[in-house]
């Protein structure tokens, strides 16, 4: 399955970045890409640590929103390291200039990022190409 047929993109932030993870999710979804996030997407009631690992389990990619609230949090390692665990792409998208530290220097040290700033709309549009294009090259490798 491909990310514009079928799947979702599982988004990764802190729940401190609320409103600027709800305005990816609703300029994502515009353009037909599907996506999961934790504050609408996990039933009332539903262990959060299930709903979770179900999720990305059967994500076609995971937005990573890096902020100074995201930085530093010990949640999303955890979610990006089973991101990593079973090979789905992620896509670093920086919400403001912060530089990754510690063990999230790590795990981005060999990749590129995308940044909302100082053009969010740019930025959303270079994420969403980004995905397309990654979605097309999983079908060509695949046929």
């Known amino acids: 399955m491909t990310l ?11 729940s401190k970045d609320g409103d600027a993870a709800r305005a990816v999710v609703d300029a994502l979804e515009a353009t037909g890409l599907k996506c999961w996030i934790t504050s609408r997407d996990v039933p009332p009631g539903r262990s959060y640590q299930e ?4 999720a990305l389990e059967v994500a076609h990619g995971l937005v990573f929103l890096l902020s100074d609230a ?3 949090s010990g ?6 390291s089973i991101a990593g665990s079973i090979n ?11 530089i990754p530290a510690g063990a999230l220097r790590y795990e981005f040290a060999a990749r590129r990022w995308i940044d ?9 549009r270079n994420l969403v190409e980004t995905i397309r294009k990654d979605d097309r090259a999983q079908l060509a490798a695949k046929t």
Do not use: M, W
Request: proline content about 9%; charged content about 20%.
């Open 51 to 54: 709903a979770i690992v179900e």
């Open 88 to 98: 789905i792409p992620v896509y670093p998208l920086r919400l403001a200039p912060v």
């Open 75 to 80: 949640e999303i390692l955890k979610e990006l």
């Open 116 to 124: 909302l700033f100082p053009d969010r709309a740019k930025g959303l």
């Open 4 to 14: 514009t047929n079928a799947g979702h993109l599982f988004i990764c932030s802190s």
């Open 70 to 72: 995201s930085a530093g």
